[in-house]
């Protein structure tokens, strides 16, 4: 009898493990999907590497950066819908290091789910929505689920909220 307790409750903690390690958002085979794209300014060319590889560390490895000739990229940055908080908070941290900060949000609806977009200057300024930095340490609060970071960028950037469709 004990065995058989022992048994069962070695395979519901593996099932629970593996369930989590292979369908939770944010797994590695979620963040295959992942698409960045960065602009920098052109003498952050040498930290190009170091921001690479905090995307490989989450299993992302669509990245395309580009640098800009003159000047320095608009302090923006847009996070998908279907992107997972903890790497939303990453993306968040890293404008701020290698961007001059973040100052303005894009809106979800103009981006894929699974994009990332840091610096991006291909929409007009009507587009980016200013962000106060209160606002900003808000999103990078490491309590939020995936689901509250969502609600707060969306409430962040004036957009609906989602809704189901039948």
Do not use: C, W
Request: aromatic share 10%; hydrophobic share 40%; charged share 25%.
């Amino acid at each position: 009898m004990t065995r058989k307790i022992i048994v069962a409750a070695i395979t519901l903690t593996l099932f629970i493990v593996f369930s989590r390690t292979v369908f939770a958002e944010g797994s590695p085979d979620q963040n295959k999907k992942i698409f960045v794209e960065i602009f920098l300014a052109k003498e952050r060319k040498e930290d190009l590497p170091v921001i690479k590889k905090k995307f490989v560390d989450y299993g992302i490895d669509r990245i395309n950066a580009q640098f800009f000739r003159v000047g320095t990229p608009p302090p923006n940055i847009a996070i998908g819908s279907k992107i997972p908080a903890e790497i939303a908070r990453m993306v968040i941290d890293l404008a701020i290091q290698y961007n001059h900060g973040v100052t303005h949000l894009l809106p979800q609806f103009r981006f894929f789910p699974h994009q990332i977009s840091i610096g991006t200057s291909a929409f007009d300024e009507l587009v980016p929505v200013a962000i106060r930095p209160e606002d900003l340490e808000r999103l990078k609060d490491p309590t939020l689920s995936d689901a509250q970071f969502r609600t707060l960028y969306r409430q962040l950037t004036r957009e609906k909220p989602y809704e189901k469709q039948p």
